[in-house]
């Protein structure tokens, strides 16, 4: 349990850590001549003090070691493994139960090479992971790029010593089209031996087992940005407007719903009484209160775009759908779930509370407010804590730069309100219901709530790196046990530790037992295949069902961008390119609202070429891929990201989902179209894209 919790403190500290402490490890590279025809590639990182960068081999279910990848190895061999002859601190992790080792203060990493040709170049990737005392960073990449003249009588091995070259097919999700895209550069490799990782969790997928294409693509450039072309089609939707709407309406109702938690309601009337007694004028009353609720607004905004500027919108995108974060998460709400149950108290020092506590008395003016609605998002944190942090997830899934900031405003505008409401007319207070058991049956329902949330973070990392731990079956059943037991608790069949003791059921918590229990019951069809469309945000896709009755779905007929152009050119049918993710939530109601519609399903199976891009897939790419974006060259290594920058560079657009109706040369042959439950303008938006395909090829 401690160890749960420490990791839940780890990945709060990660997500709403101060932005200067996010890049504590500094980098140099360097060659050292051995002899004539070996040299030496140091790597050596200067870490900040009070942080440490973990070493190479590091046991199982520990924190991620440092690894190296050589991507591209040209007039030059690797001889032996990594090494590095800098100090290693090995100690006993309580938090892990196992034994560590790390860096401190500068390390230096060696690979040794041996030269076969007149010059050479060594191009790859390191990853690492550094924590200190009270956090840790999620793992870092950092690109690396040797080059350097060898020696002129260096010789190539004889032939006969030569390995043989080593032939593969194509692969028809990770190979590169036979002509690249605009801007992109394909990392030559010799063959897949000149790839090497070091670390001990490395898994090679062999040639063998990659199926081959079925189609070469043919020489178009159809990865050419197509911006202008799309916006003078027109648009469906706002998707933007769209979804900073939902994303605010999420988090007020996100802050309705803390402002009923047992650490957020009995600080109503403290905080009340507090601007009260500051002083009898009421006019200076009100406005103290009035300022107090914009104090609270601006803490939580303040954090939202504090947030985004540390990470951005593509990296919160990319961190939504990884797999240690969403562990992580997971791990963090059962925690407070099985907290709010009432097995322990999970509260913030008190310290830092009575810290601020003081600071509000000793000061005055508008800094004495700041300090008390400051401790107010303390106090509150435990019961805040997984709403704000479901809330900043979603936004983040949605590819907004200021997503986490309009989310934070709603959340922080529903808590304010109230608190500003009270304090100036104080006689409301009177109407309240006083704190007492009803609060602890709120914390109780809310813990029953964060476990079925917590169900959804684990199923977006194991859709994304495909473990298959959590197929949809077993989401389902796992949320019929949940709020069929919701549904025993509210009358009064369960009891916890805090719970007081009922002699009867009140006519409120009998509705809500009904609603969950038959909630319950409404999921049981869902087990043979029926596509329980309330629940598609968060249960896993259909396609993750083993036994399946239902037959209405929609499938993609293809997986990648270039195989799918290139048979929709060859069948002479228009593509519908579908931007999805595994962590979109709006992506997955598309699906099971709009696709599943008779009329919609007959006409993407009949009339479209249908290509579903994930871009959270993080199935590696056989070769990475070298771009020029924003000016900086980038380096893709995964399906989803090679995915996300083709909706970037031709289409100028992040968010998902995200579809787009295009002609065989990849050019629009229709608006785009975003997140909208509406089957009649879908419909409208599949049909004009027919109607000027057809048009086109007159």
């Known amino acids: 349990?401690?160890?749960?919790?420490?990791?839940?403190?780890?990945?709060?500290?990660?997500?709403?850590?101060?932005?200067?402490?996010?890049?504590?490890?500094?980098?140099?590279?360097?060659?050292?001549?051995?002899?004539?025809?070996?040299?030496?590639?140091?790597?050596?990182?200067?870490?900040?003090?009070?942080?440490?960068?973990?070493?190479?081999h590091i046991p199982e279910d520990g924190p991620n070691p440092t690894s190296f990848t050589f991507a591209e190895i040209n007039g030059a061999e690797l001889v032996g493994d990594v090494t590095s002859?800098?100090?290693?601190?090995?100690?006993?992790?309580?938090?892990?139960?196992?034994?560590?080792?790390?860096?401190?203060?500068?390390?230096t990493f060696v690979q040794k090479i041996k030269i076969t040709g007149e010059t050479f170049a060594v191009k790859g990737y390191l990853r690492y992971m550094t924590c200190n005392d009270q956090s840790c960073l999620p793992p870092t990449t950092e690109d690396f790029d040797f080059a350097g003249k060898g020696v002129a009588k260096a010789q190539t091995p004889p032939a006969a010593a030569q390995k043989p070259m080593k032939k593969t097919e194509p692969n028809k999700i990770t190979d590169l089209p036979a002509k690249l895209p605009a801007k992109v550069e394909k990392t030559e490799t010799a063959s897949p031996e000149s790839e090497k990782t070091v670390t001990p969790a490395a898994t090679l997928v062999p040639a063998e087992e990659i199926p081959a294409a079925t189609s070469e693509p043919e020489e178009t450039d159809l990865w050419t940005p197509v911006i202008d072309k799309l916006q003078a089609r027109g648009e469906t939707t706002a998707a933007d407007d769209t979804s900073m709407w939902f994303i605010f309406f999420s988090g007020f109702l996100g802050g309705l719903l803390a402002l009923v938690t047992p650490c957020v309601w009995p600080m109503i009337p403290m905080t009340v009484s507090f601007f009260l007694k500051r002083s009898g004028n009421r006019r200076r009353s009100i406005r103290d209160a009035v300022i107090y609720g914009l104090a609270i607004i601006v803490i939580y905004v303040g954090l939202g775009l504090l947030i985004t500027a540390i990470f951005g919108a593509s990296a919160l995108n990319s961190l939504a759908t990884n797999a240690v974060f969403n562990i992580l998460f997971f791990a963090l709400l059962v925690v407070f779930a099985i907290s709010f149950f009432g097995a322990f108290e999970l509260t913030l020092p008190a310290s830092w509370t009575t810290k601020l506590d003081s600071k509000a008395?000793?000061?005055?003016?508008?800094?004495?407010?700041?300090?008390?609605?400051?401790?107010?998002?303390?106090?509150?944190?435990?019961?805040?804590?997984?709403?704000?942090?479901?809330?900043?997830?979603?936004?983040?899934?949605?590819?907004?730069?200021?997503?986490?900031?309009?989310?934070?405003?709603?959340?922080?505008?529903?808590?304010?309100?109230?608190?500003a409401v009270f304090a100036i007319f104080p006689s409301m207070l009177q109407s309240l219901p006083r704190s007492g058991g009803w609060l602890n049956s709120v914390k109780v329902v809310l813990a029953f709530l964060e476990l079925a949330f917590a169900l959804k973070f684990l199923s977006v990392a194991d859709l994304a790196y495909g473990w298959h731990i959590l197929d949809r079956e077993t989401f389902v059943s796992l949320w019929i046990i949940i709020f069929a037991l919701l549904g025993f608790y509210l009358l009064g069949k369960i009891r916890f530790p805090h719970d007081s003791e009922t002699t009867h059921v009140s006519v409120p918590r009998l509705f809500l037992a009904m609603i969950s229990l038959a909630f319950a019951v409404y999921m049981v069809p869902g087990l043979w295949g029926a596509p329980l469309k309330s629940i598609s945000a968060f249960a896993p896709p259909l396609t993750t069902q083993d036994f399946n009755l239902y037959e209405d779905e929609v499938h993609a007929a293809f997986t990648d961008y270039d195989e799918g152009m290139a048979y929709a050119k060859k069948v002479n049918k228009p593509v519908l390119i579908d931007f999805s993710g595994y962590g979109c939530v709006n992506c997955r109601k598309m699906e099971a609202a709009v696709w599943t519609a008779p009329e919609v399903k007959e006409v993407i199976e009949n009339d479209y070429i249908l290509i579903t891009l994930m871009v959270d897939d993080k199935t590696p790419l056989r070769e990475p891929e070298k771009i020029e974006e924003y000016g900086k060259t980038r380096t893709l290594y995964t399906i989803g990201d090679r995915w996300s920058y083709l909706q970037r560079h031709k289409f100028g657009a992040n968010a998902q989902p995200f579809y787009v109706l295009l002609d065989t040369d990849g050019n629009p042959v229709g608006p785009s179209y975003s997140y909208k439950e509406d089957v009649p303008a879908y419909l409208n938006f599949l049909k004009n894209g027919v109607k000027v395909f057809q048009n086109e090829n007159k």
């Open 1 to 56: 349990m401690k160890r749960f919790i420490f990791l839940a403190s780890l990945l709060i500290t990660a997500v709403f850590g101060n932005a200067q402490m996010q890049d504590p490890v500094h980098w140099s590279f360097s060659v050292t001549d051995v002899s004539q025809t070996e040299k030496e590639l140091h790597f050596t990182a200067k870490i900040d003090d009070g942080w440490h960068m973990y070493g190479l």
């Open 85 to 107: 002859p800098s100090k290693l601190i090995t100690k006993y992790d309580d938090t892990f139960g196992m034994e560590l080792n790390w860096y401190e203060h500068e390390v």
């Open 361 to 419: 008395d000793s000061t005055s003016g508008l800094l004495s407010i700041f300090f008390m609605a400051f401790t107010l998002v303390l106090v509150s944190f435990s019961c805040t804590g997984p709403i704000i942090g479901t809330l900043l997830v979603q936004a983040a899934s949605m590819g907004l730069t200021v997503g986490p900031a309009i989310g934070m405003l709603g959340f922080a505008l529903a808590l304010a309100i109230p608190f």
